[in-house]
């Protein structure tokens, strides 16, 4: 059945409902992407029935925009109950940590034996008090505040779990699973970033850290980048604005650059929006050494 007559049939069943039918709840993941829809005919149905249809209705938009209640139509705005729930991660490194305390260690409930529990929690207590396991998480702190990238590391270092060879967590598993998904999120990149594009990061990074601030615009990224190649007489890396832009933009479309959000922000010409690096300074030095064609002088620039 095509999805439009789908939608129909489901919006006409709950119109000929009544109060005292099951309540249907509509859980809308990555909202603001159905906000970019044109027309935004979904979410103009869905939070009309839930206005006007007898069968009660509950539609739950989730989303990491902060501004996705302003991508929405006029007539669409108008159907929404404007009520927002803000839900913001762990303000600090020892709250992420918690957050791995939860997750990871066994409770009586789990059904799990004894020794084994006690010998596993053991070994989850030394893994979050490991150097190497508080130096994987202030560095997703630092870029992304991302619980799910802690996640991620967890589930994968589980997952290697053998009852024989491994029973149980490690220090070095998890520095090993952590080294493993986040080369992973950006080994792909890499790959297809040129000196170019790889130098303005650098020049991001530097004028953040210069400006004491953690959000930089194209212009400010772009002074930097010109200063630094005329001091070292990098002409080969010297191109024209329009160039340079182009680059910027590449970086903001793999997502190492990500802009800010905000009405004010997109009102604002394109040079002059705010952005911010998601990659910490570790990451920017290695993003510089494994880059081919890279300038030593620039890899020197990215590890000061």
Partial sequence: MPIAECLN??????????????????????????????KQSLLYNLFDVAQVCGNPVLVLGLTTKMDAVELLEKR????????????????????????MSKVLLLRDEDGV????????????????????????????YSTSKDVRAVLRIVNRALLALRPGTMPVLSPAAFKHA???????????????????????????????????????NFEMAYEAYRDFLRARALANLLH????????FENLVAVEIVRP?????????????????????????VDLARRCEGCPDAVRRWAEE
Avoid: W
């Fill in 9 to 38: 049939q489901i919006l006409s069943s709950l119109h000929t409902g009544s109060k005292d039918h099951v309540p249907v709840v509509f859980l809308i993941q990555e909202f603001d992407l159905f906000a970019a829809h044109s």
């Fill in 76 to 99: 669409v705005k108008s159907r929404f109950s404007h009520r927002s729930i803000y839900c913001y991660p762990p303000a600090t490194v020892d709250a992420f940590l918690q957050v």
């Fill in 178 to 216: 952590s080294d493993v998904e986040l080369r992973n999120s950006v080994t792909a990149v890499y790959a297809g970033l040129s000196p170019l594009e790889v130098c303005l990061v650098v020049a991001i990074k530097h004028c953040a850290a210069k400006q004491n601030v953690d959000v930089v």
């Fill in 240 to 247: 024209r604005k329009d160039v340079v832009f182009k680059a």
């Fill in 113 to 140: 034996a004894g020794d084994y529990m006690c010998r596993f929690n053991d070994a989850v207590q030394e893994v979050l008090e490991s150097a190497e396991t508080r130096s994987v998480v202030e560095q997703i």
């Fill in 260 to 284: 800010l959000d905000g009405v004010a922000n997109r009102a604002c010409p394109r040079e002059f929006r705010m952005h911010a690096c998601a990659l910490a300074k570790p990451l920017v």
